[in-house]
């Protein structure tokens, strides 16, 4: 079945406000990990985390692993985040399963 | 940051074809993956490795995926017979120990 749930499916925002992205998982988890992929298709990896609150620029990420959930926060949004954001599930050891996305267009 | 290269970008083949998908992973990384995402569609994993070694399949993995190790660096993904569901684009993966690295992915239409 279907063990990463993510959303919203999409969203769209205007430049400047800020969005909540949201990751549920219906196992266990070892660790999870946010990417971004671009409209041409390739992948960037924004967060390795298993637990807690990282910070990166404009960007966190919070997973709680008894929740079972995993966030990502986008502050003051930029046409440049338009792009698709994924988030990839470790069940047990280093095999990582992708949810379907959300499809973030930002717009100015 | 560190890279992975696939070749080629784009493959097109009819159907019935081989084909052979090509990554040189992060050269001094451990664990490597074979993705597939169909067009507008979820990330769906095919098989991995760990030194070299095939750890698991998953049933998206047919009898026609076969994935070799040439020379001990780079990987292939080959598909014979190529089927018209083949269709999407091939994603390898690389890491250490924990973020994983993507290529740039191979498209492949089978027509």
């Known amino acids: 079945g279907q063990q990463v749930q993510q959303s919203p499916a999409s969203l769209v925002l205007q430049e400047g406000e800020n969005a909540e992205l949201q990751c549920n998982f219906s196992t266990s988890l070892n660790s999870m990990q946010w990417f971004y992929q671009r409209p041409g298709g390739s992948l960037v990896s924004l967060f390795y985390n298993p637990s807690g609150t990282k910070h990166s620029g404009r960007l966190t990420s919070t997973t709680v692993i008894k929740e079972r959930r995993s966030s990502l926060h986008i502050s003051s949004s930029q046409t440049t985040d338009s792009g698709t954001y994924l988030c990839?599930?470790?069940?047990?050891?280093?095999?990582?399963?992708f949810g379907k996305g959300t499809s973030l267009t930002v717009i100015p | 940051g560190p890279k992975v290269l696939q070749i080629p970008s784009h493959q097109i083949i009819d159907m019935g074809q081989m084909v052979t998908l090509n990554c040189d992973p992060v050269?001094?990384?451990?664990?490597f993956y074979w993705y597939k995402q169909i067009l507008g569609q979820q990330m769906e994993f095919l098989v991995n490795?760990?030194?070299?070694?095939?750890?698991?399949k998953s049933k998206l993995f047919k009898d026609q995926f076969s994935v070799e190790r040439p020379d001990g660096s780079y990987f292939t993904l080959k598909i014979q017979p190529t089927a018209l569901e083949d269709s999407a684009v091939y994603f390898c993966?690389?890491?250490?120990?924990?973020?994983?690295?993507f290529g740039a992915g191979t498209r492949l239409s089978v027509l």
């Open positions: 050269s001094n990384h451990l664990y």
């Open positions: 993966a690389s890491s250490l120990q924990n973020t994983l690295y």
């Open positions: 990839a599930l470790e069940p047990g050891y280093q095999n990582f399963y």
């Open positions: 490795f760990y030194n070299g070694k095939v750890m698991e």
